[in-house]
Structure formats: structure tokens, C-alpha cells
């Protein structure tokens, strides 16, 4: 089958390999940098059809091909692939399977199963809600992970039939995360060891977990993992056969657990530095304000000291034109006392404008803490980002949920979706005062009052969903703008996939920006 794609909007996966990937190659070449740049496209499938799907090998496993049969129905597409000319997952670095990936046009993800392999062929069975969506494989270091690898080794190519119902598929950048495994080393396979792959996705896991601090933000999900992992290490080294039959079972749970605690452990992580960010801010805050009213009480001593000296200087005045009889004789005394009641005014009017002075740098100084709200601000910014693309406007913070849409015309949340606001509501958490509006939007596709009662309903949704994570009900507001405010032309598949998006608007006293504003 020749492979002519059309030139459209392309997924780019970049792939880097360490030195060692290949150690287990016979003595090749090491790989360090292997780029891969490939048109991707997702197949709008139609309801109960049924079409075979192609695989063509990347520049990581070239010779590697296959095929799948999808069925569509009403609730989504079953899929059954077969792949030839496979090669062991080890050679590209620290993964010990395949994986085969969903992914739709806007550039969700969905994780669709192991591959299961003999030799050089593998197969898998499976099934996928989605009914827009293209297909990849990737080399993983377990088999339950919730993020492809860089390690992409074969992806769909359509035929001419299919190549009409294509949509360029439009990646996100955090979707192939570089690097995201570079910390964990390559497995040493022992065949004569006849230790069940299994067991070592289970270590993989294990290490994964472990470098998100998983025993240390959740120490519960952590040591069910390990105590799985460690009985499974136990049935292996084992001489009863009924005890070694059990290892790969368990050595999956333990991969499941693992996987669990490593995703606890991250909403944690999140949660507990944004918590020493607030509570850094509030000592810098208190710190501030203190030496503030420090210095407005040492000012109003002062201004008193002046006042008592002015009024001393007005006391000696008196008393120098008191007695006229004692005028004569006094008169030099009282000129000097006149003179030093002078200097007393002059120096308590120099006083009183220092005092002013102080008194104005003090209300500057409290007036700087109030940037609290706004170093609040750039800190839940930077936070954001990292999770969802989020933008500083005078409404608030704005989070878009661009690349966490819904199936077509329905208001589902995928599980992807919920991870990613599940790490959302973590980082939100310890800013009770914050406020939140969830608002839906749509393209202009279909009929105007569908959109808007869609739109609605995605925006409840999200705002539920939030609910259910620990956030505080009465501080969501949910709202369906339908087709109303576009962010791009609806002329275009490109500007349609940006209009049909979910945006969080995050607001409150706390950063500076009141609801409603």
C-alpha cells in the first residue's frame, strides 16, 4: 500500500533514546536521537460500519506492519489487530511491552490494551468509546500506563476509502512526554531465569511510582503495591510449581496498584507545594505588615517628642515676657531662650515632616502587601500551565479545557478528562476562597439550540465532576454559551476543534480579581 497522506495538520512525535537502549542489539550502532515526524489522521467512523485499518512501522521498527478490524455500533468501536515483524520492546530503552493507543482528533489519548506477543507477531482485542480516532503503538515499561511513551513504533496508515472520512489529528505538546521515563534503566532479560515479562513491568512500575515519592504521598496505595510486588519476588524464587504459577498474576496486580499510587502520589505533590507556596507567601505578608507598624508607631513617637518640645519652647516664650520688671535684666536671657524656642519650632516642625514622611513610606510598605494577591496569582498561573494551557485576563485565570472534549454531541467525561481535573481540584484545594466558572462552548455545527443545551449540560458536567473531587459546590457556577463566543473562524475543521472547548474561569478576593469582574 503506498503511503500518501495528505498535507494536512500533523502529529509530531520526537523520540529520544538513551545510549544504552540498544545494549541488548548484538553490538549495533547505540541510538542516541531518533526523530520521527509523521502525518497521523483520525477516521470519522460511521455508525455500523466496519473497515480494516493498516499499520506501517516508524523509523524505530520500520520493517513492522499490521492491520486492524474496527466495528462501529451506537456505543462505540471494537477493534481486533494483528502486527508482523515485531521486535523485543527492550531495544528501545526501559519498556518491556506494547501498548496499543486511541487517539482523537483533538488529542485525547485512551490507553486500549496490551499487546499480547510471540515471537515477532503480536495481537490484541479491544474496545473504545470513541468513534472519531486514530491508532499508534507504542513501546511502555507497563502495561497500565495513562500517557503514551516517546517510543512510537507503528500507527495507522488509511487507504483511499477511509482517506474521506480523515481528520488531522491535533496534538498537544504534553501528550508524548520527553524524557518522562530517562531516570529508569534498561532490564537485563535472563532467559534461563524464565522470570514471566510480567514481573518485570512490575518493577517498572514500582521505580515509576517511587519517583513520584509515592511512599511518601501515599503511603497506603505504596505499600499495597510493594507487599504485591514483594509476594510475587517471593512466589518466583519459590520451588513449589503452585506458587510459581502465580506470579504473573500477581505480578499484575502489583503493576495495577503501582500505576495507582504513582497518580495519587502526583495530585498530592501538587497540592502539598502549592500549600508551602501560600503558606510562604502568608509569612512574607505577616512580615511585612509587622515592620510596618513597627515603623508607624516609632513615627507617632516621634511626632510627640516634637509636640512636647514645641510646647516647652511656647512655655519659655511665655515666661521670657512674663515680668516686665525682670524685662531689663533678663532681656539677654530671654533673647537666648527666644532664640533656643525658635530653634525648639524649627526642629519640631522638621520633626512633624519626617514624621508625615514615615508615616507615608508606612502606608506604602502595607499597601506592598497586598502583592500577595497578586504573587497568589502568577504562582496558580505557573501551576496551571503545567497541567492545562491557562491565560491571565481581567476576569481571572483562565483554564482551557481545549484538549478534554466530550464523544460527539454528548457530555461524558473521559478518563482522561477526570485525571486531568482530578490534579486540578489537587491544586485548588488549599485555596478555599477562590471562585470558579465553568463555561461551555460549541462550534456552530447543528442546529443552535442542541449547542446550547450541549454546551450546558458539558459545562454541569466539569462543574460536578469538580464537586465530587472535594470542591466546594457553592463556589462553582456552570454555564452553556453554545456557539456564542468563538475564539476562531468556524470556516475551518481547525478553528471548529478550538470553538468546541470548556474553560474554567478561576477568580476571587484572594488573587485580586472579584467574581463577576
Do not use: C
Request: a neutral charge; glycine letters at 6%.
Amino acid at each position: 500500500m503506498k503511503h500518501a497522506f495528505h498535507r494536512l495538520a500533523s502529529l509530531t512525535l520526537l523520540t529520544w533514546l538513551p545510549a544504552a537502549a540498544l545494549a541488548q542489539t548484538g553490538g549495533a550502532a547505540p541510538v542516541v536521537k531518533i526523530e520521527i515526524a509523521r502525518t497521523i489522521q483520525a477516521v470519522n467512523f460511521k455508525p455500523k460500519q466496519s473497515a480494516k485499518v493498516d499499520f506501517v512501522g516508524t523509523e524505530l521498527m520500520h520493517q513492522a506492519k499490521g492491520q486492524a478490524r474496527v466495528d462501529v455500533d451506537a456505543s462505540g468501536a471494537k477493534i481486533e489487530a494483528s502486527f508482523d515483524k515485531m521486535e523485543p520492546p527492550t531495544k528501545f530503552g526501559p519498556y518491556l511491552t506494547y501498548v496499543l493507543w486511541a487517539i482523537t482528533p483533538e488529542g485525547r489519548t485512551s490507553n486500549l490494551g496490551e499487546l499480547k506477543l510471540d515471537k515477532d507477531r503480536a495481537s490484541v482485542g479491544t474496545t473504545t468509546r470513541f468513534q472519531s480516532f486514530g491508532l499508534i503503538v507504542t513501546a511502555e515499561p507497563y502495561y497500565a500506563v495513562a500517557f503514551p511513551s516517546e517510543a512510537a513504533v507503528l500507527q495507522n496508515s488509511l487507504d483511499k476509502d477511509l482517506q474521506k472520512q480523515a481528520e488531522p489529528i491535533q496534538a498537544q505538546a504534553e501528550l508524548f512526554r520527553r524524557g518522562q521515563y530517562s531516570y529508569l534503566k534498561a532490564p537485563t532479560i535472563d532467559p534461563k531465569a524464565k522470570i514471566p515479562n510480567d514481573l518485570y513491568q512490575a518493577r517498572n512500575a514500582a521505580a515509576v511510582a517511587l519517583e513520584a515519592k509515592a511512599d511518601q504521598f501515599a503511603p497506603e496505595s505504596w505499600a499495597k503495591a510493594k507487599q504485591l510486588l514483594d509476594q510475587a519476588e517471593a512466589y518466583q524464587l519459590s520451588k513449589k510449581g503452585k506458587e510459581k504459577d502465580q506470579v504473573a498474576g500477581i505480578a499484575r496486580r502489583a503493576v495495577q496498584a503501582a500505576a495507582d499510587s504513582r497518580m495519587i502520589a502526583t495530585q498530592r505533590g501538587d497540592q502539598a507545594q502549592l500549600e508551602a507556596d501560600k503558606k510562604a507567601a502568608a509569612e512574607r505578608e505577616a512580615q511585612v505588615m509587622a515592620e510596618a507598624q513597627s515603623e508607624k508607631k516609632a513615627a507617632a513617637e516621634r511626632e510627640a517628642q516634637a509636640v512636647a518640645a514645641a510646647e516647652k519652647a511656647e512655655a519659655a516664650r511665655s515666661a521670657a515676657l512674663s515680668g516686665e520688671q525682670q524685662a531689663k535684666a533678663l532681656a539677654a536671657t530671654a533673647n537666648q531662650q527666644a532664640a533656643e524656642a525658635a530653634s525648639a519650632a524649627a526642629t519640631a516642625d522638621a520633626a512633624r515632616s519626617a514624621a508625615l514622611a514615615q508615616e507615608q513610606e508606612a502606608k506604602a510598605q502595607a499597601a506592598a502587601a497586598t502583592q500577595s494577591a497578586s504573587e497568589l496569582r502568577a504562582s496558580l498561573l505557573e501551576q496551571f500551565n503545567k497541567l492545562l494551557p491557562t491565560k491571565d485576563s481581567p476576569r481571572g485565570l483562565i483554564v482551557n479545557l481545549g484538549g478534554v472534549n466530550f464523544p460527539s454531541g454528548k457530555a461524558d467525561l473521559s478518563v482522561n478528562a477526570k485525571e486531568r481535573l482530578s490534579r486540578f481540584s489537587g491544586l485548588v484545594a488549599a485555596h478555599p476562597d477562590l471562585k470558579f466558572q465553568v463555561e461551555g462552548h460549541t462550534d456552530n455545527v447543528g442546529d443552535a439550540t442542541f449547542n446550547q443545551k450541549l454546551s450546558q449540560t458539558r459545562a454541569e458536567a466539569v462543574r460536578d465532576y469538580l464537586v465530587q473531587q472535594g470542591v466546594p459546590a457553592e463556589s462553582i457556577s456552570a454555564e452553556g454559551l453554545g456557539d456564542a463566543d468563538p475564539v476562531a473562524s468556524n470556516n475551518t475543521s481547525e478553528g471548529r476543534a478550538q470553538n468546541r472547548r470548556v474553560e474554567i474561569i478561576v477568580s476571587g478576593d484572594v488573587i485580586g480579581t472579584p467574581l463577576g469582574k
